[in-house]
């Protein structure tokens, strides 16, 4: 399996490399040359079996040759025994055609475990087997970061940098991070909002000096690992349902649309994948998007929804070089022109594409707020806010097969947020009851790339 950049100026890599590069240097995202195919057939015999046997069967197709069969299977198994549920991802029906896909029974509960757990496994592996260090840079907009440290914490070839927008992530998200001690874990909290620390990311990797000098390597959701590991659960929740006899949908709560871009790659290989429904907060640049045809960054405002507070979506680029037939130089003008003016416009045949296989909705705060107090009055659920936002987007929406909505995140981690739209208060579960008094460390800096190279240099000892 070969992959290669959405801007064509990179050299195209296998697993490892796109692995272990994040950004490819032409500044493009790594996406697989083409999608691996899975037979009606092959699909079946994957029903009832555990989450570790789907994982390992979707997962072996992007991995080729770098990882031998028998690491894999050790490193998926230790990844999903960290889940406290043994069906690792539970589906809970709603209602008659309506189902909660928990993706939040990771060490930090939110769906970012279920990615960065294998990721960081794979990643130290494929490190001690070259002999090589890492310098891993990410930003998050609250639940990356916890996620990266959990994932992270044992890990031997590898110092970790986490970009959170300072005063941005609630209580819960930021301890998750600021509490883990550990030399090779730090903790920045930059002066300005998600979207400055992810182009604080990007900048990072476009500096070639700095980047080889480090070994920068990345673990947002422009890494391909991770989304690769997010396209097991869409198998997983379909063939539960049905698949392949039968058509799913799934609406998936969205932001920089890597869980979203997952469905899509399901599709591609195969699942019978009926409607894929993106919802977003108030900030709505997707749902405006695939509305009007036109990517138009505007500004960020905070939500009850945090992790959702982004306007300019990185994975939004690998659906742009899909819809325009694995093109280049069409994704070079997009983005160009989002570099020069903000925004992009998408042609009529690529907007048509992703007409044909997405919908949109966006959910104000109001909505959002009703929707959780609606889910626990109907069904005894409590949901947390971006959960909300999906089931208020899939509501509006009418399908014909069953609806996944794809749950994000544990309602103890918006304790505030459900508390106030439901009049109940989350509990956390016992292994993070220690959260809220342990001793938190972070650095806090200028939203400056310059800032932040010089601190991760001087941690380094460079
Ligand atoms: C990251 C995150 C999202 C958005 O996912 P994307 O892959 O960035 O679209 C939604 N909900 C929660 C709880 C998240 O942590």
Redesign the pocket.
Known sequence: MKYVSTRGQAPKLNFEGAMLSGLARDGGLYVPEHFPKFTKAQMTALRGRPYEDVAFAVCAQFVGSAIPAKELKAMISAAYATFDHQAVVPLKQLGPNAFLLELFHGPTL???DVAMQLLARMMDWSLAKNQRRAVIVGAT????GGAAVAAFEQSQNTSLFILHPHGRVSDVQRRQMTTVKSPAIHNLAIEGTFDDAQAIVKALFNDHKFRDGVGLAGVN?INWARIMAQIVYYFYAALALGAPDRRVSFTV????????FAGLAAKRMGLPVDKLIVATNSNDILDRTIKTGRYQVTGVHPTISP??DIQLSS?FERLVFLANRNDPAAVRAAMGSLAQSQSFTLKSPALKSIRAEFSSGASSEAETSASMAETLKHTGELV?P?TAVGLHVAMQHQVQSPMVILA??HPAKFPDAVQAATGQTPRLPLHLSHLMNAKESFKVLPNSVQAVKDYILSQEGH
């Open positions: 939110a769906f970012k907009s609250g639940d990356t959701s709560p969205s932001a920089n649309f890597g869980n979203m992790s959702m994975n947390d971006h994000t995140a």
